[in-house]
């Protein structure tokens, strides 16, 4: 029930919600699917889901300690905001187009 009040539906918050949590969380590789099977199962919306699905190998924390010691704090802070803005938007599409 807390997966469909958080990210289910195809609204500003659940999308930006997703991608946050895309962000923040470190997905192996072909783990995405079985784990956004589940968490569309339980009620996530599309839109969200291509959120999480966009915004989850583009940042992770891992990723943003490496990109930080390359590129620095600021750039490291542009770079994962437009990353979580992109993929959010992208998700508000793909929600509203299926």
Do not use: H
Not at 21 to 36: N, Q
Not at 61 to 88: Q, S
Request: glycine fraction near 12%; hydrophobic fraction near 60%; aromatic fraction near 8%.
């Amino acid at each position: 029930a807390w997966v469909s009040a958080a990210v289910g539906g195809n609204s500003l918050s659940a999308n930006f919600f997703a991608a946050i949590a895309g962000a923040l969380m470190y997905f192996a590789t072909l783990t995405e699917v079985p784990i956004l099977q589940g968490l569309i199962g339980a009620g996530m919306g599309k839109g969200p889901a291509l959120a999480l699905l966009l915004a989850g190998p583009a940042v992770s924390l891992p990723n943003m300690l490496v990109i930080r010691t390359v590129l620095g704090t600021k750039k490291t802070l542009v770079y994962v905001t437009l990353v979580v803005i992109m993929a959010t938007i992208s998700g508000m599409i793909f929600g509203s187009l299926i």
